[in-house]
């Protein structure tokens, strides 16, 4: 599968706990995006990155989110101490730079209980 | 701040009826704008876009037109087929220093296409 990718599809957990999410895109794509979306709702951007550069964070990105980028390859997503609040999807996209065209993963669908 | 506004929340039409989604806008910069097609649990697929230097495009059974000065967007799907039930998404992005396109979806519509 030469798609975008991540880990773990789903995950539980308790209120208080860390979480981290991974994302592997496309090969050859340098652009990554990470979003978050609400049942019944349209995807809401979270931040942003160019090859291993942030370039940009949503205001709905707060102080217990944090994501990387290492190597501009994979990127972590990681969220500490957990609210119910943040129940959701979290999802990738990728694009190369030449391009608008962002691809999607399938997703993190995250229950926090 | 910047937002799309998408209609109807939810369609539901008969095998061989078209169906019109339409897609409103805030932002005047913006120049891309995607549709993507979510089924049931999978990941948002690219379907069709449009660019903000062209009035309509199409793709065998699906067209998106564009009024830039109105600052709306429609997806029109011909034909249609029960393989079609899904959500579609409607985006708009604008291009900014370094290139990057962060998408602002609408809420989405749940088409429903009854045999």
């Known amino acids: 599968d030469t798609g975008v990718s991540q880990d773990p599809r789903h995950k539980i957990t308790k209120r208080g706990q860390n979480v981290t999410f991974r994302c592997d895109p496309i090969?050859?794509?340098?652009?990554l995006y990470w979003y978050r979306q609400t049942l019944g709702q349209g995807p809401e951007f979270l931040t942003y990155?160019?090859?291993?550069?942030?370039?940009?964070k949503s205001r709905l990105l707060s102080d217990r989110f944090s994501a990387e980028r290492p190597k501009g390859s994979f990127s972590t997503l990681e969220i500490q101490r957990t609210e119910q609040g943040d129940s959701a999807m979290y999802l990738c996209?990728?694009?190369?730079?030449?391009?608008?065209?962002?691809?999607f993963g399938p997703g993190t669908r995250l229950t926090v209980t | 701040g910047e937002n799309v506004e998408q209609h109807p929340s939810t369609l539901s039409v008969q095998e061989g009826d078209s169906a019109v989604i339409k897609c409103t806008y805030s932002?005047?910069?913006?120049?891309?704008f995607p549709w993507y097609k979510q089924e049931l649990g999978k990941r948002p697929q690219l379907i069709i876009d449009?660019?903000?230097?062209?009035g309509e495009k199409k793709d065998q059974r699906i067209a998106v037109t564009l009024n830039k000065t109105a600052k709306h967007f429609s997806l029109h799907i011909t034909e249609t087929q029960p393989e079609d039930s899904a959500v579609y998404f409607c985006?708009?992005?604008?291009?900014?220093?370094?290139?990057?396109?962060?998408?602002?979806f609408g809420a989405g519509t749940r088409l429903a296409v009854h045999p």
């Open positions: 090969s050859e794509h340098n652009r």
């Open positions: 990155f160019q090859n291993e550069a942030q370039l940009e």
């Open positions: 996209a990728s694009r190369v730079a030449e391009t608008y065209e962002q691809y």
């Open positions: 932002d005047s910069a913006s120049n891309y």
């Open positions: 449009i660019r903000s230097n062209v």
């Open positions: 985006a708009a992005s604008r291009l900014v220093g370094g290139g990057y396109n962060k998408l602002i």
